[in-house]
């Protein structure tokens, strides 16, 4: 099961992508959820700092991807789950039990990223976008990041003077919190923050009201 805020601890493993055991299945309204995991993230610069990704994203290389209400690099809200994974590198997978969705993890195993589709059939649209860390300190990483540089390990501070005129809430499940990012469109970025913790342990674009609470379990 994955969350963004209070969630079953898993553990991020390089070249693998899903937690073992955990069963998939979408809940009674059709969403599905984030994660949390005990991981340890690598330092990398500030989340104050310029943006160093590429107007073009390389979908060998996430680093160059920017995250807006539009979607994260490649991956856009809006679009097809299978056409998108088929344009991605092999390192990307989806799984037999939780076909709405689609993993991939860094090598070192600091941050992953994840998108998820409707429900309601197989090629309903990609609705959630998650750029997701399991570290229990997050911390600012080489990583996608906003237009202003601001991604995992980014401080409430920080996201609300970029956008002064972000929300402030709490999450559906658990104490955790989030920042919502004002958007012209039906999606929009968040911030998710665990209880007591200062850096954004998940970057999400979804065209919900908030992150969903788990995606698959």
Avoid at 160 to 166: G, H, I, K
Avoid at 173 to 184: C, F, L
Avoid at 186 to 200: M, P, T
Wanted: aromatic residues 6%; negative net charge.
């Amino acid at each position: 099961m994955m969350n963004t805020r209070q969630r079953s601890a898993i553990v991020l493993i390089a070249g693998l992508v899903l937690a073992t055991g955990a069963a998939c299945a979408p809940g009674a309204d059709g969403t599905e959820p984030t994660s949390s995991a005990t991981s340890t993230a690598t330092p990398a610069p500030s989340p104050s700092a310029s943006p160093t990704a590429s107007p073009s994203a390389d979908p060998q290389d996430p680093t160059t991807w920017i995250i807006s209400e539009d979607g994260v690099g490649p991956i856009e809200i809006g679009g097809v789950l299978a056409d998108t994974l088929a344009e991605l590198p092999s390192t990307w997978t989806d799984d037999e039990n939780c076909t709405w969705t689609a993993w991939w993890n860094a090598d070192d195993s600091s941050y992953g990223v994840f998108f998820v589709r409707g429900t309601e059939s197989e090629d309903a649209p990609i609705r959630e976008i998650s750029v997701y860390t399991a570290a229990q300190t997050p911390v600012a990483l080489a990583s996608p990041v906003t237009a202003e540089g601001l991604g995992l390990g980014a401080t409430k501070e920080e996201v609300l003077s970029a956008y002064p005129d972000a929300e402030e809430g709490t999450a559906q499940i658990g104490e955790g919190t989030w920042v919502k990012v004002p958007s012209d469109s039906d999606a929009h970025i968040f911030f998710d923050y665990r209880e007591d913790v200062v850096g954004a342990s998940d970057v999400v674009v979804t065209t919900g009201d908030q992150p969903s609470y788990e995606v698959c379990g």
